[in-house]
């Protein structure tokens, strides 16, 4: 099974490093690509001196764009699984194998890592709680499918995700709406318990000031996807 993991990193110079060294000692069988947004630090120089495989921005995409930058080399590159972890040392690789061994004998299309299911390690802050819990309610809503972890950015596709995932991906906020639209086109959604960490460095792109527009771009995304055409259905 080839497996690639997929970094998205803006502006990540201070975890970066140690995101890379983690992946290489607790998920050796996997590869790896960072897809660099256009930082403005020395995250290019400290991925180039570690070794690692770039792909590089000529403009700041946001994080849909430089996710799916990495699904696109997922495709074209022929792998089996991508993942995504994010490069701020939140996610932890030591469970990417069992993921994905998760998913091939369960025959899952995407599964996603929930620090919710078993209650673990960092649970992000009340608000970001209150968030998610409206997500996850909005999302079984308009789906039936209960994710209690919609904002995770730690998830793993199979290759009719990645493909999916490469023709269109949200750009804004993504990882709620992208849940509700592989629900939509009929892929096996499911959650699988994980640890996570606390941000190690850099900055979230959900600020306090931004929270509002993102609450409300978020559920409008939802709600549009929910009743889109489901053009991946097979």
């Known amino acids: 099974m080839k497996s690639l993991i997929i970094i998205p990193a803006y502006n990540e110079e201070k975890s970066i490093e140690k995101t890379i060294a983690d992946i290489r000692k607790n998920a050796p069988e996997f590869d790896f690509v960072v897809v660099n947004d256009c930082s403005t630090d020395h995250t290019l120089e400290i991925c180039k001196q570690a070794g690692a495989t770039v792909l590089s921005l000529p403009i700041n995409l946001g994080i849909g764009g430089a996710v ?105 906020y993504p990882e709620p709406e992208s849940v509700v639209a592989a629900i939509q086109a009929g892929m096996k959604v499911e959650e699988y318990p994980v640890i996570m960490r606390e941000r190690t460095g850099g900055t979230s792109s959900i600020s306090p000031h931004r929270a509002v527009y993102y609450m409300i771009k978020v559920t409008l995304a939802i709600l549009v996807e929910r009743f889109r055409r489901k053009e991946y259905r097979k």
Do not use: W
């Open 68 to 172: 799916q930058t990495g699904y696109l080399y997922a495709e074209k590159n022929g792998y089996d699984y991508a993942v995504q972890i994010d490069g701020d040392g939140q996610h932890d690789a030591s469970y990417l194998a069992a993921m994905r061994d998760h998913m091939e004998e369960k025959k899952i299309d995407m599964l996603i890592g929930s620090r919710f299911i078993e209650g673990e390690g960092f649970q992000s802050s009340a608000a970001r709680r209150f968030g998610i819990r409206f997500f996850s309610g909005l999302i079984f809503c308009m789906t039936r499918v209960r994710v209690m972890d919609p904002n995770s950015g730690m998830r793993m596709g199979n290759k009719k995700v990645i493909h999916m995932f490469a023709a269109s991906y949200p750009k804004d």
